[in-house]
């Protein structure tokens, strides 16, 4: 059982079919925690224009819904197609929220007209966070507040007696599985120098109790056969990894997630 904060901040590594995917994390008691807490720490008023970038599937777009009421607006942005069809489907039912489809990096807004946003493992896979930084500050209003979440890869610790396996194992993940694999680290340096001023920085780490949850979120085995074939580790090494990992011993895995609050 997963038993601590942000467990989906172990966020899209692996995800082969990532609606359903980014789902399942969503619903998770520590994927609830903490978007309740970000979601909090935008004090979000009645009327407030608010911005979900990388908003996937509409995860967190009713809930901004509810927080603005009929006289506010929620702008959902989204770079994949698909993304943009299933979220606008679900939030059809909400006349006070859109869905565009657009890159983070030139964000179809004018400028100083967004009251709050909020940015939830996106940067991690931008191919420039600094400069999606750089837009949400040209897009809030001066004073208005942005919330990010981003994992740091780094940090991801699996129990295992074989330690060079855990570290071969987890060096993968923090090399080669994600584009911005140390983003969660960067975050408060990259938003100050975008103008930012920070309100506050948390590290909501995710404890990992279980197999079952762990495989959900991490894709160990998928993620075992991509480290075996790119080298990390030995097949036979790897064979090993995962049977200790299933075999019903106490499993105990973390990583953090790097959560910041700051005003434009
Ligand atoms: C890990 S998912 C998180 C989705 C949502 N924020 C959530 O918490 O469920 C990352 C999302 O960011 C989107 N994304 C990644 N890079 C983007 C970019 N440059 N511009 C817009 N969306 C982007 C992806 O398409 C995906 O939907």
Request: some cysteine.
């Amino acid at each position: 059982m997963t038993t601590d904060p942000a467990a989906a901040a172990v966020a899209a590594v692996t995800s082969t079919a990532p609606t359903p995917y980014l789902d399942l994390v969503a619903v998770t008691r520590p994927a609830r925690q903490y978007k309740h807490e970000l979601l909090s720490a935008l004090c979000i008023g009645a009327g407030d224009r608010v911005l979900d970038v990388g908003c996937g599937p509409a995860t967190d777009l009713a809930a901004l819904a509810e927080e603005v009421g009929p006289t506010g607006r929620v702008i959902g942005i989204d770079q994949d197609p698909a993304m943009v069809a299933t979220a606008r489907a679900r939030i059809a039912v909400y006349p006070n929220v859109e869905v565009r489809h657009a890159d983070a990096h030139h964000l179809p807004l004018e400028t100083a007209g967004i009251d709050r946003a909020r940015v939830d493992r996106v940067l991690m896979h931008a191919t420039d966070p600094a400069a999606v930084l750089a837009e949400l500050h040209r897009v809030l209003r001066p004073g208005g507040l942005l919330a990010l979440a981003e994992p740091d890869w780094d940090t991801l610790a699996i129990d295992h007696p074989d330690l060079e396996t855990a570290r071969a194992f987890t060096r993968y993940i923090a090399q080669r599985a994600n584009r911005n694999q140390a983003i969660g680290r960067r975050l408060p340096r990259l938003t100050a120098q975008a103008g930012f001023t920070i309100r506050t920085v948390r590290n909501v780490a995710a404890v990992l109790s279980d197999f079952d949850t762990a495989e959900t979120i991490l894709g160990l085995r998928r993620n075992t056969d991509r480290a075996v074939a790119a080298g990390y580790l030995t097949p036979e090494a790897g064979r090993a990894w995962l049977d200790q990992l299933t075999g019903g011993e106490t499993f105990f895995a973390t990583a953090s997630l790097i959560t910041v609050l700051a005003a434009a």
